[in-house]
């Protein structure tokens, strides 16, 4: 029988509500089967919809499944930041003062409470109005693309090959393929048939001018799973800095743009701490409450 179970959505990386990435957060999931949690995700419609779960791994805080309208992920960026934020919301502590601990299909990622947000305001103390940013997992995939796939993507999203300055697989679970375009404004000319991606996660990234507010643009479609395009995407710019900054493309502290193309405004901040990338922004809970499952 379906009983209420504290329920929040959570908008994420934008200091101001309703213009980041929405994630539905179930904060009891305890005895809902996987169907169940499937249904629920397709219902809600949102690029992800995740499940809290009491910690199986020891060293966890608690035990994450993130799933979208079409499947399960083992990692993805915004629920990681949108859940943890939750979870303090309703009274959550932490092993680790100033660390959340989560347990998902990716092993365990840090969530680190930051004392700026990705303005580089102070944050504010409590749950609400906290900028946090998760420890990038590492890849699983990466590499160049083969080029066959160089060119069916970039003819995907209506470029030509010469418009491709760089490719890489930067998957870290939800398999990203990312194109480096020209600039800025290339990514957000792009015009993307999704079916045309052939199941491929694809990730775009263009330079801002430099003195622009941010470094960079980032688009990302995720079509197999039910996201056209998703709006801002933590998982893909977690594995973008892995590459871009590894390279020295970007210095190992940046921010990225993304969601103009959908109506968002989402800002990305990312830093290098002690050799590795985390990723963050600010988050804000919209809707609270209680879903009956």
């Known amino acids: ?17 309703y213009r980041g990435n929405p994630v539905a957060v179930v904060l009891d999931a305890q005895g809902l089967e996987t169907e169940a949690m499937q249904r629920f995700a397709a219902w809600t419609n949102l690029s992800e919809t ?8 020891p060293g966890a805080d608690y035990r994450l499944r993130i799933f979208t309208p079409g499947g399960e992920l083992p990692f993805a960026g915004h629920p990681t930041l949108g859940s943890a934020h ?11 003062a100033g660390t959340v601990v989560q347990e998902c299909g990716a092993g365990l990622v840090p969530v680190r409470v930051d004392t700026a ?15 946090l940013s998760f420890r990038a997992p590492d890849l699983v995939r990466s590499g160049p693309l083969e080029e066959e796939l160089v060119q069916r993507l970039a ?18 679970g939800p398999g990203w393929a990312a194109l480096r375009l020209a600039s800025a404004q290339a990514v957000l000319d792009a015009e993307v048939d999704a079916r045309a991606l052939g199941g491929v996660p ?16 980032v688009r990302a479609f995720v079509p197999d799973l039910g996201v056209p395009e998703d709006p801002v995407t933590g998982s893909l710019n977690a594995g973008l800095a892995q590459w871009l900054t590894g390279t020295g493309v970007l210095p190992p502290d940046y921010t990225a743009a993304q969601g103009a193309r959908v109506g968002r405004a989402g800002v990305v901040r990312v830093r ?12 804000t809970t919209c809707v609270g409450g209680e879903v009956h499952l």
């Open 272 to 283: 290098t701490l002690e050799g590795r990338v985390w990723v963050g922004g600010r988050s």
């Open 155 to 172: 003819g995907a999203a209506g470029l030509r090959r010469e418009d491709v300055l760089d490719h890489q697989w930067v998957d870290n």
């Open 202 to 217: 694809l990730g775009l990234v263009g330079a801002h001018p430099r003195g622009a507010p941010q470094q960079v643009e």
């Open 86 to 96: 939750a979870w303090l919301g309703a009274g959550g502590t932490p092993r680790t």
């Open 1 to 17: 029988m379906p009983r209420p179970r504290p329920f929040a959505q959570v908008d994420v990386f934008s200091a101001v509500p």
């Open 117 to 131: 947000d990705a303005d580089g305001a102070e944050g504010a103390e409590g749950a609400e109005g906290v900028a």
């Open 50 to 57: 995740t499940f809290v779960l009491p910690p199986r791994d």
